[in-house]
């Protein structure tokens, strides 16, 4: 395998990639109107795929409003990346709790309502 991603499909391009940039550090690595590939900085393989949702190579069956998935993203500071959503009038849906796992855990949907799980190990 040369690479994995996830596409987050959207009707609003730069609005949700401006969202993951700001809220996890994410830098492009290649965007358009219609796509725009998003790296993590400090470890090289990890991607995030914005695209609009109507594009011709998006098939009509997937252009609807996401549903049964929550992308998941371990960080070292749960409640700093709360804090981050929060400036950014993010859909909070679960506050940071510890979880019974080991984690500490926020739920957050991005803007084109992608229910996202922030977590990071409780110290």
Do not use: H
């Not at 550090?25 to 914005?50: A, C, H, K, M, R």
């Not at 981050?84 to 309502?113: C, F, K, S």
Request: proline share 7%; glycine share 4%; aromatic share 8%.
């Amino acid at each position: 395998m040369l690479r994995q991603f996830t596409n987050i499909l959207t009707e609003e391009v730069a609005a949700t990639a401006a969202f993951y940039q700001q809220l996890l550090g994410l830098t492009p690595q290649f965007s358009s109107d219609w796509f725009v590939n998003l790296v993590d900085p400090e470890t090289p393989g990890l991607e995030l795929g914005i695209l609009n949702q109507t594009s011709d190579i998006v098939p009509a069956r997937a252009q609807k409003a996401p549903a049964g998935v929550i992308l998941t993203f371990v960080v070292a500071d749960c409640d700093a990346v709360y804090e981050r959503a929060r400036t950014l009038n993010a859909v909070i849906v679960e506050a940071p709790r510890d979880m019974a796992y080991g984690q500490r855990r926020m739920i957050l949907r991005d803007p084109a309502g992608t229910f996202v799980d922030i977590s990071s190990p409780v110290q």
